[in-house]
């Protein structure tokens, strides 16, 4: 006989939904949006700013609860990427070693994470998922 878990998914599904709502209530939360056009599709990386001139930039200085990654091909979206700050700063640690400069002059340092990497069990550890 089959096991009816409808009511544990409608809960869990609900939880998840008060979160998104949650997320996107600004009085609550600080969002910090970054749109990432085309690189990402060339090059199966998102770049994450750490730092520029030298200094500490992008993600080390946020004071931002999420961080909403948007991967743009032209001038659409193809989707968002949504992280808690403490969680994307974690992921970036794994990745610390893989960086570029770019922008102006080279002057920022980009940590690049491959998508494929993302979501790999290597890069998902139970602190990040919650």
């Known amino acids: 006989m089959k096991n ?3 009511d544990i998914d409608l809960k869990y599904g609900q939880e998840r939904e008060q979160k ?6 600004a009085d609550k939360n600080k969002i910090e949006v970054k749109t990432e056009r085309d ?5 199966g990386n998102i770049a994450i700013e750490v730092e520029c001139w030298g ?13 909403i990654h948007i991967l743009a091909k032209g001038d659409k979206d193809y989707c968002k990427l949504i992280f ?8 970036t640690e794994k990745f ?30 139970e602190r990040t998922v919650q």
């Open 96 to 125: 610390k070693d893989n960086y570029k400069m770019i922008g102006d002059n080279n002057a920022a340092k980009c940590i690049l994470i491959p998508l494929k990497e993302l979501f790999n069990k290597k890069t998902i550890t």
């Open 4 to 6: 009816n878990k409808f």
């Open 84 to 91: 808690d700050v403490p969680q994307l700063k974690e992921i």
């Open 55 to 67: 200094k500490p930039s992008g993600l080390s200085v946020t004071k931002a609860d999420w961080w």
């Open 39 to 43: 690189w990402w599709y060339k090059t």
């Open 20 to 25: 998104v709502a949650s997320l996107l209530d």
